[in-house]
Nanobody, 123 residues
Framework: QVQLVESGGGSVQAGGSLRLSCAAN?????MAWFRQAPGKEREGVAY????????YYADSVKGRFTISRDSAKNTLYLQMNSLKPEDTGMYYC???????????????????WGQGTQVTVSS
């Protein structure tokens, strides 16, 4: 059973930075970050393959966020810089044990999920 525990959320002012962490147990093939703002559907932020570390970012976060993984610790990170108020939301760590990585809503059912960590960016 895959278990994911997020941490690192908090409140920052626009332009600030946060680093989210996700500790995982069990074999992981793909790890990703999703987020959900109040009244909005969940959206993909970034993903990384554990085998070759290929990454992908949503257009809204390109150049500002960096996804990475410490294979020795089986931990996923999301470094978030130049944060904007629209980045506010609950951030969820997600992982698969097979199949393609994807940020599509069609992929949501393929992921194991953490409980989320809140990120609030004030203007």
């Amino acid at each position: 059973q895959v278990q994911l525990v997020e941490s690192g959320g908090g409140s920052v002012q626009a332009g600030g930075s946060l680093r989210l962490s996700c500790a995982a147990n069990g074999y992981i093939y793909c790890m990703a970050w999703f987020r959900q703002a109040p009244g909005k559907e969940r959206e993909g932020v970034a993903y990384i393959y554990t085998v070759d570390t290929v990454t992908y970012y949503a257009d809204s976060v390109k150049g500002r966020f960096t996804i990475s993984r410490d294979s020795a610790k089986n931990t996923l990170y999301l470094q978030m810089n130049s944060l904007k108020p629209e980045d506010t939301g609950m951030y969820y760590c997600a992982a698969t044990q097979g199949g393609l990585c994807s940020l599509s809503l069609h992929s949501l059912r393929n992921y194991y999920w953490g409980q989320g960590t809140q990120v609030t960016v004030s203007s």
